[in-house]
């Protein structure tokens, strides 16, 4: 099964407050990706990992973003001293190795206030 | 993304077929997908085509590929109401060992009954 759960499914918050989400993937995948969705627009890359290694990360990922996957399997994104324009949509992905195919999880929606 | 350009809306009426269009700009991609999002949810997979194929079919889906003006289209036969949702069109653009996509602005589709 290659679903991926997502916590929490939704986040208001104030502007300036800490927030974090984090990414359960059923079963074991060893590439994870985080994704940002903004209201009428894709999705965009924010980072992938490789197993627990943090391979890749886009100009998007300011330093207040910080995401880790510690044992290779869930994963966290942490977004510090939130921002009105942090309000999105966060999407966590795994790769299915076997057929190349990218699955989403439903995601996680950030109000900032 | 800028690169990959989606109509925005499309309405049909129910049991009629709907096409989605897509237009990029990079050749370099090696898959292409098309993603549905309903309201609230994440992204689910629909299908996907390699960039070496003209053609894909999936029972009511077909994708069709024209490499030379860097156009997907998305067939949905018989659409029904239970279709509405918005379609994104995603290329992988190769990136390191990352398996990054692009994606489109989104086609929201609206199946009148």
């Known amino acids: 099964d290659t679903g991926v759960s997502q916590d929490p499914r939704h986040k208001i918050t104030k502007r300036g407050q800490n927030v974090t989400f984090r990414c359960d993937p059923i079963?074991?995948?060893?590439?994870l990706y985080w994704y940002r969705q903004t209201l009428g627009q894709g999705p965009e890359f924010l980072t992938y990992?490789?197993?627990?290694?943090?391979?890749?990360k886009s100009r998007l990922l300011s330093d207040r973003f910080s995401a880790e996957r510690p044992k290779g399997s869930f994963s966290t994104l942490e977004i510090q001293r939130t921002e009105q324009g942090d309000s999105a949509m966060y999407l966590c992905?795994?790769?299915?190795?076997?057929?190349?195919?990218?699955?989403f999880g439903e995601g996680s929606r950030l109000t900032v206030l | 993304g800028e690169d990959v350009e989606q109509s925005l809306f499309l309405s049909v009426r129910e049991g009629d077929s709907s096409v989605i269009n897509c237009t990029y700009t990079?050749?370099?991609?090696?898959?292409l997908y098309w993603y549905k999002q309903e309201p609230g949810a994440g992204l689910q997979l629909l299908t996907y085509?390699?960039?070496?194929?003209d053609m894909k079919q999936d029972q009511r889906l077909t994708v069709l590929l024209n490499k030379k003006d860097k156009h997907l289209s998305l067939r949905i036969a018989d659409t029904q109401t239970g279709d509405s949702a918005i379609y994104f069109c995603?290329?992988?653009?190769?990136?390191?060992?990352?398996?990054?996509?692009?994606f489109g602005s989104g086609t929201q589709l609206t199946v009148l009954p």
């Open positions: 990079d050749s370099s991609s090696t898959y």
């Open positions: 079963s074991e995948h060893n590439r």
């Open positions: 992905a795994v790769l299915r190795s076997n057929t190349g195919e990218l699955f």
């Open positions: 990992f490789q197993n627990e290694a943090q391979l890749e």
């Open positions: 085509i390699f960039s070496n194929m």
């Open positions: 995603a290329r992988e653009i190769p990136s390191g060992s990352a398996r990054q996509l692009t």
